[in-house]
């Protein structure tokens, strides 16, 4: 697979990495432990070597995965994990970016993955009661000591991420971007092309929906985090088809499939931009893989795009109350 380069900091990845989220938190039934480490060990014989996980993943399960199943491949590879939240009982009961957490969370990551260092470590949400230069200058001193090779953020917004950038360079920012969230299109992704910052697209296929495989008769289970989104409801699920409608044409055209014509266009906005669609299936994976391949014309990009301005997105991101926990 090709590599690319998170913005100016020289971090090279390939160029669709994998979201380890969903092999043990987020959307439910979690297979076997045992076969989520065949996957990984699959995603990197085909080309990955950008791997994301997150302490709040499980809690700690899929920092264990992945520190178990990418031991033995640990030099080869690039490892992205976040800090930034309390836990009660297993829980997430809000944020915490206070330095002290920081420096554990660091420490604890590192024992869970198994490794001497953390390739890439995000601030998973920004937190109102701690100054931003604060954490960027813990993630400053944990790169000086040698335990963080990079900086990242998620979901944060542009004055943050500008106030963070002048005290310790942030490598890439992860936001969800997609054909059908496209918000970071109007202040973020020109400020990141500014400050030389990669962008890494969560959910960049829109947490399922854009691989066309959902109706309006779609069920989750009341523990999938999606049941709790506005955009998964039966009403949105079927006014949003207009988007997979487009998506199929496309795929026709092009010999590919919704889902890879949904990352081709990603790939195409911009050389810095790296998504990180998860799965827990083989065939899956290697349809998101194969989505490098697809190259995307001018002409094709511009049909895209009038068709785009067409098209309203039914329903939004997240609740209300969630929506305030992100700086879009």
Known sequence: MQKRKLGSSGLEVSAIGLGCMGMSFGFPPFPEKKDMIILLHQAYERGV?????????????????????????????????????????????GVNSHPENIRKVAEESLKRLKTDVIDLFYQH?????????????????????????????????????????????????????SLWTRKPEEEIIPMLEELGIGFVPFSPLGKGFLTGKMSADTKFASNDFRSLLPRFTPDALKANQTLIDLLGKIATNKNGTPAQIALAWLLAQKPWIVPIPGTTKLHR???????????????????????LEEIKVFGNRYPDALEKTTGL
């Open 49 to 93: 070597t950008f791997f994301d996980t997150a302490e709040a993943y499980g809690p700690y399960e899929n920092e264990e995965l992945l520190g178990e199943a990418l031991a033995p491949i640990r030099d080869k590879i690039i490892i992205a994990t976040k800090f930034g939240f309390k836990f009660e009982n297993g829980k997430i009961t």
């Open 125 to 177: 949400r920004v937190d109102p009661g701690v100054p931003i230069e604060d954490v960027a200058g813990t993630v400053k001193d944990l790169i000086k000591e040698g335990k963080v090779k990079y900086f990242g953020m998620s979901e944060a917004g542009a004055n943050t991420i500008r106030k963070a950038h002048a005290v310790q360079p942030v490598a890439a920012l992860q936001s969800e971007y």
């Open 285 to 307: 994976l290697e349809e998101n893989i194969g989505a490098a391949n697809v190259e995307l014309t001018s002409e094709e990009l511009k049909d895209i795009q009038s068709a």
